[in-house]
């Protein structure tokens, strides 16, 4: 904190209030509700609930469909991760090193982030499209039968990859940024100790990226975990029935189409303790690099 | 593609050296040969979207999409932006247009204005208050809406709040990643300020809005741009609290065409379509590119 502030007091309260009030009725109350509800039955006709303690839980724990989203959310999650990270770090390395054109290369590159998962999932079903899709008829050039929103793989594919596209500026933007934050002589000693480039980067840029590289990776995992809901809404036109689908999307599904309330709020209970837990692991993380730095 | 740079970044200056050598010519064109090609990766969806939006939709149908232009690409943009009806029922584009509009500013000003303030208490004001209303405000970044979306729409639809801007907007606000920025920003500034403020009697207000405000432009623009991205490209919340196609964005717009596609049975008019998704995606993009050195800028800071 300052050393030095004002005293008053009816005035950062004051301006502390509004903040407040919208966090506390638009947060604490619905996540107190979710947890509440979670060990609730709602009557599906709306006249009241039951208490049922931890029925919802291991409904859902014992639920093959369940068991299903989750594993196909941590392959999801570990390949969108995985391949968004790898190419944009191989892309903010090259423009770090070319000197012709880097802030044209960097403009490339970055631009996408303002896209709308959304938006980017529709041009997403054109591409893939059945009928019109271009993805499709290269598919069909190597002799295989694509088919978005029926096979279960071929959706799944299309997800990864539209995710993977939006994802890219984000860690692009971070890479390029921790690697010229990399100071000269660093660098210069790095250049004379080991001339092969790919010794170099091995031995002395990623260990000096790590931090950036760890805060990305759960930046990616928050990522693929929620943000892509637009994207897999997009891809599955609506009709999640036999598409692969994530364990958000599964609280959208079951709460608002299935109205299983208690099923749902069990989920997104599930789901705050996954978040907290890589929160938790963030800061400490975050611990780490101010203790080293 | 290969514009000459007055920028240099350090690795460039350092660079020299090696590219005497011969052999690494051959590496700089495969440097250049990746970054084409993720260039491309990036640029080449996004183009083929326009080059459909120039397409008669029977066209696409019959030919697929392609990378040449046709002629209808006014006549797309024309309807999506003006004709009303098709996959959307009442209203125009324009009217999407503006509500998305109305989403990134009204979010965007609303979290940092909410967010300075909160910030300046916490930091400026000696406040027991202070130290709970900052881990109240903080624990908000543990839980992004999408887990709670459930109870959250029940709450707003509780309250009355639902097709309006206010159920639109307001519960969006409720994180703490502007709050974050700004404390962040305010512990950088130099105590003296404080000092030769009220050495010169004035008080917390006036220094506010007199010191720190001016003090923090670079920053509110950085984190406008970020914000107004975010508040733009929103789509569960409005797709939950949006029933009334008066008050559709663009982006809940796009639902409605995913849904007009899987459900109608004519051909569904792909040209108008990626129409309205570039108008949909032009704004924040040019915003992003224009203000590119702001964007960047806040980026970093806000996730540090």
Known sequence: ??????????????????????????????????????????????????????????????????????????????LVTFLAL???????????????????????????????????????????????????????????????????????????????????????????????????????????????????????????????????????????????????????????????????????????????????????????????????????????????? | MAVADSYLSVSQTAEPARRKRRGVRLSTIADHAILIAGALFMLVPVYLALTTASHEAVHIQREGLSFGFGDDLVKN??????????????????????????LGVGFAVGKIVLSMIAAYAIVYFRLRFATFAFWAIFTTILLPLEVRIVPSYEVIQGIGLTNTYTGLIVPLLASATGTFFFRQFFLSV???????????????????????????????????????????NQYLWPTLITTEEGLFTLVRGIRQIIQAMAEGSQIPEYGRMMALAIIAMLPPVAIVILFQSWFVKGLVESEK
Do not use: C
Not at chain 1, 9 to 37: K, N, T
Not at chain 2, 205 to 232: E, N
């Open chain 2, 77 to 102: 943009f024309d309807a999506a932006l003006f004709a009303k009806g098709g996959f959307t029922g009442a209203i125009t584009g324009t009217t999407m247009l503006m509500n998305s509009f109305i």
């Open chain 1, 1 to 78: 904190m300052k050393r030095s502030q004002f005293s008053h007091i009816s005035l950062p309260i004051l301006l502390l209030v509004p903040q407040l009030i919208i966090i506390g009725v638009f947060f604490y109350w619905p996540a107190w509700r979710a947890l509440h509800s979670s060990f609730y039955l709602e009557d599906p006709f709306g006249f009241g609930s039951q208490f049922v303690g931890m029925a919802n839980y291991t409904r859902l724990f014992t639920s093959a469909e369940y068991m299903k989203v989750a594993r196909f959310t941590l392959f999801f999650t570990a």
């Open chain 1, 86 to 293: 790898a190419i944009s770090l191989l892309l903010a390395v090259k423009a770090d090193k070319v000197i012709r054109g880097a802030k044209t290369y960097r403009t490339l590159l970055m631009w996408v982030y303002a896209v709308a998962p959304p938006v980017a999932g529709l041009v997403g079903v054109m591409l893939f499209d059945q009928n019109i899709g271009i993805i499709t008829e290269f598919f069909a050039f190597l002799g295989y039968d694509y088919r978005l929103g029926v096979s279960y793989a071929d959706t799944a594919l299309a997800m990864i990859v539209v995710s993977v596209w939006i994802q890219i500026p984000v860690n692009f933007i971070f890479f390029l940024s921790g690697l010229q934050s990399i100071p000269r002589h660093v660098r210069e000693a790095a250049m004379i100790d080991n001339p092969s480039g790919f010794r170099r980067f091995w031995e002395v840029t990623f260990p000096l990226l790590a931090p950036t590289a760890f805060f990305l990776v759960v930046i990616n995992i928050t990522y693929s975990l929620f943000d892509t809901f637009g994207v897999i809404d997009t891809l599955v036109k609506n009709n999640p029935a036999s598409n692969p689908m994530t364990l958000v999307y599964k609280v959208f599904v079951d709460g608002f189409r299935g109205n299983d309330i208690g099923g749902s709020s069990a989920q997104s209970v599930v789901l705050m303790v996954l978040v907290l837990a890589l929160t938790i692991f963030q800061f400490r993380l975050l611990e780490r690099r101010i203790h080293y730095a």
């Open chain 2, 190 to 232: 130099p105590d003296e300020l404080v000092e030769a403020a009220r050495i010169d009697g004035a008080g917390p207000v006036k220094f506010f809005i007199d010191i720190l405000v001016p003090l923090s432009r670079t920053m509110i623009a950085a984190i406008f741009i970020i914000m107004f991205v975010y508040g733009w």
